[in-house]
């Protein structure tokens, strides 16, 4: 598998997508997120997309300056992206939520009809370096998981992310989704040749699947378990379902009602705490409760208590210095879609 350094690989990503036509900094914003989600450690969410990224960029690109507002106030806007790149859709409208928010104390902005907005966690930390809170849904991904009780696919991963600013270091993030597991990481599995853990798939009978194989062909038989798994599993797909009731009819998407149709909406929200308590009293307030929380004692097997975010802070500062693994099949597409394009390839 190669290891490719992650500025070589930002930089062939951006001349892949450039390549097709989109606009320079749009081409940019995709680049850029896709390589930090493989650098926070999340590689489903990173760079394995960029072939069918371009492609559908090559089949028609519409861009984020020809959205449609449908509702506007001084604290929401609601907006048509009129299948507008995702990435690109989120990223701009974070600065409207900001703006908002510094004039209303909230900004919310809700989004509909974009193309795949990619990992949740890159959006509210930008946000938190406002001297906000920053929070996004979404009802949008494929449909896979199985409600509690079922192995049918109902619902979506219905992923949230939350950002928080603090004194010491990088704002705190949290970015989960109500499955037990993301959809991309399954397709990892798949990538990698390995076989899933029990726990994240089930067929009809409650068994568990490993085969990721079997979950990508059988989707009629196969169903992700909501957070929690077959204990506690009532929790994440009950948070799911308030995912779907407030995302969906809120950012004029669409509840899911089938396995195709309605979902995909976005809510954006930024809180200006400024307005609630002084920035500095509230980054004290929130580091003293991580330095209480991080003081208990770790089990056996544990290194040390982690707040939200620490660990994909890790990773990024070790992959910056290591280099990113990329799966060989991962690499060989993303190959094959720069020789389509006549980009050439880095030699390693």
């Not at 396995?259 to 976005?266: C, E, I, L, P, W």
């Not at 500095?280 to 580091?287: H, I, L, R």
Request: charged letters at 20%; hydrophobic letters at 40%; aromatic letters at 8%.
């Amino acid at each position: 598998m190669p290891i490719v350094p992650h500025a070589v690989l930002n930089d062939l990503v951006f001349r892949v997508f450039h390549a097709t036509g989109i606009p320079k900094s749009d081409a940019h914003i995709v680049a850029d997120h896709l390589v930090n989600s493989q650098l926070y450690g999340h590689d489903s969410h990173g760079t394995w997309f960029t072939p069918a990224y371009a492609r559908g960029m090559l089949n028609g690109y519409q861009l984020w300056e020809d959205h449609e507002v449908l509702r506007d106030s001084s604290a929401l806007r609601i907006i048509d992206a009129k299948g507008a790149n995702g990435i690109v859709s989120v990223t701009r409208a974070l600065d409207i939520a900001v703006e908002k928010a510094r004039e209303s104390t909230f900004g919310f902005v809700g989004l509909s009809n974009t193309t795949h907005i990619g990992r949740l966690g890159d959006y509210p930390p930008r946000i938190a370096e406002e001297g906000m809170i920053g929070m996004v849904w979404l009802n949008g991904g494929g449909v896979f998981l199985a409600p509690f009780g079922s192995a049918d696919r109902r619902l979506r991963p219905e992923p949230i992310a939350f950002s928080a600013p603090r004194k010491n270091g990088p704002p705190f993030m949290l970015d989960m989704t109500m499955t037990v597991v993301a959809g991309g990481k399954i397709e990892q599995k798949s990538i990698r040749g390995e076989q899933m853990p029990d726990g994240w798939v089930i067929d009809p009978q409650g068994a568990y699947v490993s085969d990721p194989k079997r979950y990508k062909e059988d989707p009629d038989n196969t169903g992700v378990l909501p957070l929690g798994g077959m204990q506690f599993g009532h929790k994440g797909y009950g948070l799911g379902m308030m995912v779907e009731m407030l995302v969906g009819p809120l950012s004029h998407a669409g509840c899911t009602t089938s396995a195709s149709g309605t979902g995909g909406g976005v809510m954006i929200l930024a809180i200006n705490i400024n307005d609630f308590i002084d920035l500095a009293s509230y980054e004290d307030e929130v580091e003293a409760l991580a330095e209480w929380v991080c003081s208990a004692r770790p089990l056996p097997g544990f290194d040390k208590i982690y707040t939200p975010g620490d660990l994909e802070q890790e990773s990024y500062a070790r992959l910056c210095v290591e280099g990113i693994d990329l799966p060989e099949p991962t690499w060989k597409a993303i190959g094959e879609i720069a020789g389509e394009l006549d980009v050439a390839m880095p030699v390693l």
